[in-house]
């Protein structure tokens, strides 16, 4: 498949890919792993004039500690995530959400920003995200600004994301205490997309009580989604399967998921209780481990 | 023989493996010539419509484009396409295919233009600057619907959109039969649309010398002796004066044995242009304009007796046969098919009618099994439903009905050939640990769990074909296969092919078989396939017919070959013929050991010509054109044992033990890989693939995010065992190993995960059994 002319531009530099980003805004799209974007232009599903590609600006793909966040560049490849050993041991979720992604070339090429910015309704980092209440640095030539990612997608293939700015780094909040997480991803195939993904966050106090629940749901709306029934229905409450297995059943409360050839809109929604139960389930076993 | 066999048997490495997995393999899309043009085609915009004009004047201005030709360009320089297997006694419509079409697009694959450019970016940017004006007409893509009145017609030559009728009745009456058996049951099945999606999708290059008037085409093709007498007639120029090379070709599963547009379209342009052409297909084209598999809905009566005995089997099938009837098209659900609706089993009545159905879809031709998955899913199936109408364990009813033996005349008239059907069905058993599941099954059922067991009992036609049966057909050729072994003055062998191996190995397999029996390393064989102006006119492969027929005649002209060395050899040892034996690469005067002289002297000797006996011609080399006097019938039972999620519904694969009785196994390793790829690709249809259509006749999956091909870690470990009965009817006594995977793996997961929900009150679900659909099938039972 042959995509239609386009002038390809590699920056040294951030700040000459925001000079570049400046002057084309609109005209142009980001290149990074590629996973998404190259074979929408063997499609000629999408025609930009310019390619800024971003393969040289190593200086964005890192994980690193700070004081009360993890900062992981926009860069920083799937694969790369799947093995840092900060977050194995910091962020064990991120570590998990990564490893379920694509398959081994998938993961090898594609970004953490790029999957973001591609904001693909059934991606898999937005609902470990959104679980963690992380944010974005996205910068553009003039201005330096943070969004949380749940404010970041906006829908389908759409961000919160002007043509002159790019995601230049992810930062995930410490968890402190008595944490577990876990990411269930429902898929036909190993490599597919999720039929409905969910991601736990389960922080518990001294006695047993969750202090704080998060989940995040993918594949089942335009964005990812918080299913606050179910972190409700367990905060300040002493944890144990059986409320679990209660709580679970509001995964699907409100929710309206499309349906497509593979599955029914039904199903993800009856998909979505039972990944949301396995997820915390998994979560809370991790909590005493 | 025997005691000389050192390859035959043995778990030799492929040849080919090398070239291949360095990536170094030369497909279509690796050549290059200078000068040389690309072409791309413009597909149409619906799937029924009317073409009003044409505008490529904004097209033709692009710089860098040669040219845009549309279907008026081709209409009279090149014959519409048609099918090469016009079945007897069918009534079969003449169904024409327009390279480019002209007045009407039956399907979203039809080209409506053709853009040759200097470059394939500029080829296809100018295929968006071209402007079609179309009158949409109704679509229709699903085969029910249109054989209804007043459904869209598709062909004027084709009232109702029946292409043809083909009946078979074989054995007594099924109204008789059911008297006897006391019982019946009735059920409808729908075998749906597959996507043979090769790795390497199709593509053709051509070059014109117009001095010497001859055509060079690379093609990816199964049969390029085939393709060569096809385009040629289509063009309009001699036979002799076309060559065609298949090179290497990246599977085809079927969808490379047809002509269709491409290759003559840049043929054509070639020769007018004066200028190579190429044209690779993209994958998204290799969806929509490569034809696509199996697409039946089947009706079917079984009747069978209180103790299981099934004695009689009526179907009623609609065959989607696509837009066009495409080179071996209509064959494949009749011929294919229906003559093997009574299986491995006693079955006494089979009376089956398909009608070969016309709808806005891509052309369905031959695809890995052809027809025989078909049938076998049916029967077997159909043995399951049985079981359960009858409360019996489907191992006994199976039991019951299997034939013990082979030879055996089943009542479609087939001849099987050789085997001990019984045995080898419990000897799968056994391997699989049957009854032991069986008891697994129930503690896990009275846990919740869903586990299930399937069984497939298979047998299947091979070796196409006796040329006599072929024609009687209405194919339009016999299909022996050919061979030229050609003996160097140093011994060392080339064989030139016929067949067209393209990832079944037969570089390997042919060399092992020539080297057996001759006695000379298999370094020293060397085998050339694909190219019409070196190899014999052969028929090509497909059908699981390579080893049994391309193979047969090799071992033929080896042994031929040894018959004329064996006369040089009386000749240089100075003794008779009768008293020369062979072994080990050399041959030896009967009780003087010492007196013996090697392979590699006597092919020296047959071309220094000097001392040849009398009347005997230099030179050392055999042209076999064989004619198999029968089919072959490989046969198997495979056991598969699945467990689904309870809460997701997703079918794990637990245990795949296939027991295989192909005849006599060349080489382990190959025909294992061979039983595994089957076995997946069957896999795939029980459980992820299927084509879809919306009501527009739009494909909707056609990329591989939305057809579902399992990849390694979706699929399980398949256990492959053999039991090796000669097959009486070829010289190597092999049956054939390319599609029993395939055939027998669909309905032996099908009925491993129905059995799982058996007490659930879940009788069938239509494949692809998908977590949906299962969760789907419980819930309307109100199970869920």
Same mark, same amino acid.
Request: one cysteine or more.
């Given at each position: 498949?042959?995509?239609?002319?386009?002038?390809?531009?590699?920056?040294?530099?951030?700040?000459?890919?925001?000079?570049?980003?400046?002057?084309?805004?609109?005209?142009?799209?980001?290149?990074? @792993?590629?996973?998404?974007?190259?074979?929408?232009?063997?499609?000629?599903?999408?025609?930009?004039?310019?390619?800024?590609?971003?393969?040289?600006?190593?200086?964005?793909?890192?994980?690193?500690? =700070?004081?009360?966040?993890?900062?992981?560049?926009?860069?920083?490849?799937?694969?790369?995530?799947?093995?840092?050993?900060?977050?194995?041991?910091?962020?064990?979720?991120?570590?998990?959400?990564?490893?379920?992604?694509?398959?081994?070339?998938?993961?090898?090429?594609?970004?953490?920003?790029?999957?973001?910015?591609?904001?693909?309704?059934?991606?898999?980092?937005?609902?470990?995200?959104?679980?963690?209440?992380?944010?974005?640095?996205? =910068?553009?030539?003039?201005?330096?600004?943070?969004?949380?990612?749940?404010?970041?997608?906006?829908?389908?293939?759409?961000?919160?994301?002007?043509?002159?700015?790019?995601?230049?780094?992810?930062?995930?909040?410490?968890?402190?205490?008595?944490?577990?997480?876990?990411?269930?991803?429902?898929?036909?195939?190993?490599?597919?997309?999720?039929?409905?993904?969910?991601?736990?966050?389960?922080?518990?106090?001294?006695?047993? =009580?969750?202090?704080?629940?998060?989940? @995040?749901?993918?594949?089942?709306?335009?964005?990812?989604?918080?299913?606050?029934?179910?972190?409700?229905?367990?905060?300040?409450?002493?944890?144990?399967?059986?409320?679990?297995?209660?709580?679970?059943?509001?995964?699907?409360?409100?929710?309206?998921?499309?349906?497509?050839?593979?599955?029914?809109?039904?199903?993800?929604?009856?998909?979505?209780?039972?990944?949301?139960?396995?997820?915390?389930?998994?979560?809370?076993?991790?909590?005493?481990? | 023989?025997?005691?000389? %066999?050192?390859?035959?048997?043995?778990?030799?490495?492929?040849?080919?493996?090398?070239?291949?997995?360095?990536?170094?393999?030369?497909?279509?899309?690796?050549?290059?010539?200078?000068?040389?043009?690309?072409?791309?085609?413009?597909?149409?915009?619906?799937?029924?419509?009317?073409?009003?004009?044409?505008?490529?004047?904004?097209?033709?201005?692009?710089?860098?484009?040669?040219?845009?030709?549309?279907?008026?360009?081709?209409?009279?320089?090149?014959?519409?396409?048609?099918?090469?297997?016009?079945?007897?006694?069918?009534?079969?419509?003449?169904?024409?295919?327009?390279?480019?079409?002209?007045?009407?697009?039956?399907?979203?694959?039809?080209?409506?233009?053709?853009?040759?450019?200097?470059?394939?970016?500029?080829?296809?940017?100018?295929?968006?600057?071209?402007?079609?004006?179309?009158?949409?007409?109704?679509?229709?893509?699903?085969?029910?619907?249109?054989?209804?009145?007043?459904?869209?017609?598709?062909?004027?030559?084709?009232?109702?959109?029946?292409?043809?009728?083909?009946?078979?009745?074989?054995?007594?009456?099924?109204?008789?039969?059911?008297?006897?058996?006391?019982?019946?049951?009735?059920?409808?099945?729908?075998?749906?649309?597959?996507?043979?999606?090769?790795?390497?999708?199709?593509?053709?290059?051509?070059?014109?010398?117009?001095?010497?008037?001859?055509?060079?085409?690379?093609?990816?093709?199964?049969?390029?002796?085939?393709?060569?007498?096809?385009?040629?007639?289509?063009?309009?120029?001699?036979?002799?004066?076309?060559?065609?090379?298949?090179?290497?070709?990246?599977?085809?599963?079927?969808?490379?044995?047809?002509?269709?547009?491409?290759?003559?379209?840049?043929?054509?342009?070639?020769? +007018?242009?004066?200028?190579?052409?190429?044209?690779?297909?993209?994958?998204?084209?290799?969806?929509?304009?490569?034809?696509?598999?199996?697409?039946?809905?089947?009706? /079917? +009566?079984?009747?069978?007796?209180?103790?299981?005995?099934?004695?009689?089997?009526?179907?009623?099938?609609?065959?989607?046969? $696509?837009?066009?009837?495409?080179?071996?098209?209509?064959? #494949?659900?009749?011929?294919?098919?229906?003559?093997?609706?009574?299986?491995?089993?006693?079955?006494?009545?089979?009376?089956?009618?398909?009608?070969?159905?016309?709808?806005?879809?891509?052309?369905?031709?031959?695809?890995?099994?052809?027809?025989?998955?078909?049938?076998?899913?049916?029967?077997?199936?159909?043995?399951?439903?049985?079981?359960?109408?009858?409360?019996?364990?489907?191992?006994?009813?199976?039991?019951?009905?299997?034939?013990?033996?082979?030879?055996?005349?089943?009542?479609?008239?087939?001849?099987?050939?050789?085997?001990?059907?019984?045995?080898?069905?419990?000897?799968?058993?056994?391997?699989?640990?049957?009854?032991?599941?069986?008891?697994?099954?129930?503690?896990?059922?009275?846990?919740?769990?869903?586990?299930?067991?399937?069984?497939?009992?298979?047998?299947?036609?091979?070796?196409?074909?006796?040329?006599?049966?072929?024609?009687?057909?209405?194919?339009?050729?016999?299909?022996?296969?050919?061979?030229?072994? %050609?003996?160097?003055?140093?011994?060392?062998?080339?064989?030139?092919?016929?067949?067209?191996?393209?990832?079944?190995?037969?570089?390997?397999?042919?060399?092992?078989?020539?080297?057996?029996?001759? $006695?000379?390393?298999?370094?020293?064989?060397?085998?050339?396939?694909?190219?019409?102006?070196?190899?014999?006119?052969?028929?090509?492969?497909? $059908?699981?017919?390579?080893?049994?027929?391309?193979?047969?005649?090799?071992?033929?002209?080896?042994?031929?070959?040894?018959?004329?060395?064996?006369?040089?050899?009386?000749?240089?040892?100075?003794?008779?013929?009768?008293?020369?034996?062979?072994?080990?690469?050399?041959?030896?005067?009967?009780?003087?050991?010492?007196?013996?002289?090697?392979?590699?002297?006597?092919?020296?000797?047959?071309?220094?010509? +000097?001392?040849?006996?009398?009347?005997?011609?230099?030179?050392?080399?055999?042209?076999?054109?064989?004619?198999?006097?029968?089919?072959?019938?490989?046969?198997?039972?495979?056991?598969? #044992?699945?467990?689904?999620? %309870?809460?997701?519904?997703?079918?794990?694969?637990?245990?795949?033990?296939?027991?295989?009785?192909?005849? #006599?196994?060349?080489?382990?390793?190959?025909?294992? $890989?061979?039983?595994?790829?089957?076995?997946?690709?069957?896999?795939?249809?029980?459980?992820?693939?299927?084509?879809?259509?919306?009501?527009?006749?739009?494909?909707?999956?056609?990329?591989?995010?939305?057809?579902?091909?399992?990849?390694?870690?979706? /699929?399980?470990?398949?256990?492959?065992?053999?039991?090796?009965?000669?097959?009486?009817?070829?010289?190597?006594?092999?049956?054939?190993?390319?599609?029993?995977?395939?055939?027998?793996?669909?309905?032996?997961?099908?009925?491993?995960?129905?059995?799982?929900?058996?007490?659930?009150?879940?009788?069938?679900?239509?494949?692809?059994?998908?977590?949906?659909?299962?969760?789907?099938?419980?819930?309307?039972?109100?199970?869920?």
């Amino acid at each position: 498949m042959y995509p239609p002319n386009f002038n390809l531009l590699t920056p040294k530099s951030l700040e000459e890919a925001l000079e570049m980003l400046a002057k084309y805004g609109s005209e142009s799209k980001l290149l990074a @792993g590629g996973q998404s974007l190259i074979p929408l232009l063997k499609l000629r599903l999408t025609k930009p004039k310019y390619i800024i590609y971003l393969g040289k600006l190593r200086e964005l793909s890192y994980v690193e500690e =700070r004081a009360d966040y993890i900062a992981v560049g926009a860069l920083t490849t799937h694969f790369e995530i799947e093995r840092s050993e900060i977050l194995a041991s910091k962020c064990p979720l991120l570590s998990e959400v990564a490893s379920k992604i694509g398959d081994l070339q998938v993961r090898n090429m594609g970004t953490i920003g790029g999957s973001l910015a591609h904001a693909d309704p059934a991606a898999d980092y937005p609902a470990a995200l959104t679980a963690l209440e992380a944010e974005v640095v996205i =910068r553009s030539l003039k201005e330096t600004r943070i969004v949380k990612v749940s404010d970041l997608i906006k829908g389908v293939y759409t961000t919160d994301l002007r043509p002159d700015e790019m995601i230049v780094e992810v930062r995930v909040p410490r968890l402190g205490g008595r944490v577990g997480t876990a990411y269930e991803k429902l898929a036909f195939r190993a490599t597919d997309y999720a039929i409905v993904g969910v991601a736990a966050v389960l922080e518990l106090d001294q006695e047993g =009580r969750a202090r704080r629940v998060r989940l @995040g749901l993918t594949g089942v709306s335009d964005k990812p989604i918080r299913p606050r029934g179910v972190e409700e229905e367990l905060e300040g409450k002493l944890v144990n399967e059986d409320l679990i297995v209660k709580a679970s059943k509001k995964a699907s409360e409100g929710l309206n998921p499309p349906s497509d050839i593979r599955a029914s809109s039904e199903y993800r929604r009856a998909m979505a209780e039972v990944l949301a139960k396995r997820a915390l389930l998994r979560a809370f076993k991790a909590t005493s481990m | 023989m025997e005691a000389s %066999r050192r390859y035959i048997g043995a778990r030799v490495k492929r040849k080919e493996d090398p070239r291949f997995i360095t990536g170094r393999g030369r497909y279509v899309d690796d050549i290059q010539m200078p000068g040389m043009l690309y072409a791309a085609f413009l597909r149409a915009s619906y799937a029924h419509a009317k073409i009003k004009s044409i505008d490529v004047s904004r097209a033709e201005r692009i710089p860098g484009v040669v040219g845009v030709f549309t279907g008026d360009y081709f209409k009279g320089k090149v014959a519409p396409l048609m099918t090469a297997w016009a079945l007897t006694g069918a009534d079969l419509k003449p169904i024409k295919w327009p390279v480019v079409a002209y007045d009407k697009v039956r399907f979203t694959g039809d080209i409506v233009a053709v853009v040759v450019a200097e470059d394939p970016y500029v080829a296809y940017d100018a295929l968006e600057a071209i402007d079609v004006e179309y009158e949409p007409l109704p679509v229709v893509v699903n085969v029910e619907e249109a054989v209804k009145p007043g459904s869209p017609q598709l062909h004027d030559e084709a009232p109702g959109n029946v292409a043809f009728t083909w009946r078979l009745v074989g054995g007594e009456s099924f109204d008789e039969v059911s008297r006897k058996a006391g019982r019946t049951t009735s059920f409808r099945l729908v075998n749906h649309r597959l996507i043979p999606s090769a790795m390497e999708t199709r593509g053709a290059v051509a070059l014109y010398n117009r001095w010497t008037g001859e055509l060079t085409l690379w093609v990816t093709s199964q049969n390029p002796h085939v393709h060569r007498l096809i385009v040629s007639s289509v063009l309009g120029i001699p036979e002799h004066r076309l060559r065609v090379i298949a090179p290497d070709v990246g599977g085809g599963f079927g969808s490379k044995i047809p002509v269709y547009p491409g290759e003559v379209i840049v043929s054509r342009l070639a020769m +007018d242009l004066g200028r190579p052409i190429k044209w690779v297909e993209t994958r998204r084209e290799n969806f929509i304009g490569t034809h696509h598999g199996r697409d039946h809905v089947q009706y /079917v +009566d079984v009747a069978f007796t209180e103790k299981g005995e099934v004695l009689g089997i009526r179907v009623r099938a609609l065959a989607n046969m $696509g837009a066009y009837l495409t080179t071996a098209a209509p064959g #494949v659900p009749t011929i294919l098919f229906g003559t093997m609706l009574s299986g491995p089993y006693k079955i006494k009545s089979v009376d089956v009618e398909v009608r070969g159905v016309l709808t806005n879809t891509t052309p369905v031709d031959a695809y890995r099994g052809a027809g025989r998955p078909e049938a076998t899913y049916l029967l077997e199936r159909a043995m399951d439903i049985v079981a359960r109408e009858l409360g019996m364990d489907p191992a006994v009813v199976r039991r019951r009905n299997l034939i013990e033996k082979a030879p055996y005349t089943a009542v479609t008239g087939l001849i099987y050939d050789s085997g001990s059907y019984l045995e080898v069905f419990e000897k799968a058993l056994a391997m699989a640990g049957y009854d032991e599941w069986r008891e697994i099954q129930a503690k896990a059922r009275a846990e919740g769990r869903l586990i299930g067991i399937g069984i497939s009992s298979y047998i299947e036609m091979c070796g196409l074909a006796p040329s006599r049966i072929a024609r009687a057909t209405g194919f339009g050729m016999g299909l022996w296969e050919s061979v030229t072994l %050609r003996v160097h003055p140093t011994g060392k062998v080339t064989v030139l092919t016929g067949s067209h191996p393209h990832g079944q190995g037969e570089e390997t397999s042919f060399a092992m078989i020539v080297a057996d029996e001759l $006695g000379i390393p298999i370094e020293d064989v060397d085998v050339v396939h694909g190219d019409t102006s070196q190899t014999p006119f052969g028929m090509g492969t497909y $059908g699981s017919r390579t080893l049994p027929v391309g193979g047969g005649a090799v071992a033929l002209a080896a042994r031929r070959i040894k018959d004329k060395a064996r006369k040089i050899a009386a000749a240089l040892l100075e003794a008779r013929e009768e008293d020369i034996t062979f072994s080990g690469g050399k041959f030896y005067v009967v009780g003087h050991p010492e007196k013996s002289i090697t392979f590699q002297d006597i092919a020296l000797a047959a071309y220094t010509a +000097d001392k040849l006996p009398p009347g005997l011609e230099p030179g050392l080399e055999a042209v076999v054109f064989y004619d198999p006097e029968n089919f072959t019938f490989p046969y198997g039972t495979h056991v598969c #044992v699945v467990e689904i999620d %309870r809460e997701t519904f997703k079918p794990k694969i637990l245990r795949y033990v296939a027991v295989d009785d192909a005849g #006599v196994i060349v080489n382990p390793l190959l025909a294992e $890989g061979q039983v595994h790829g089957g076995v997946i690709q069957g896999l795939a249809q029980a459980l992820y693939e299927y084509a879809v259509y919306d009501e527009s006749g739009n494909l909707l999956s056609a990329g591989f995010n939305d057809y579902m091909i399992p990849t390694a870690v979706d /699929v399980p470990n398949v256990e492959s065992y053999f039991v090796e009965t000669p097959s009486p009817h070829n010289p190597l006594g092999a049956k054939g190993i390319g599609e029993t995977g395939t055939i027998a793996s669909t309905p032996a997961i099908v009925n491993a995960v129905l059995d799982a929900l058996a007490h659930l009150g879940v009788k069938h679900i239509d494949m692809p059994l998908t977590p949906y659909r299962i969760w789907l099938a419980l819930k309307e039972k109100g199970v869920i």
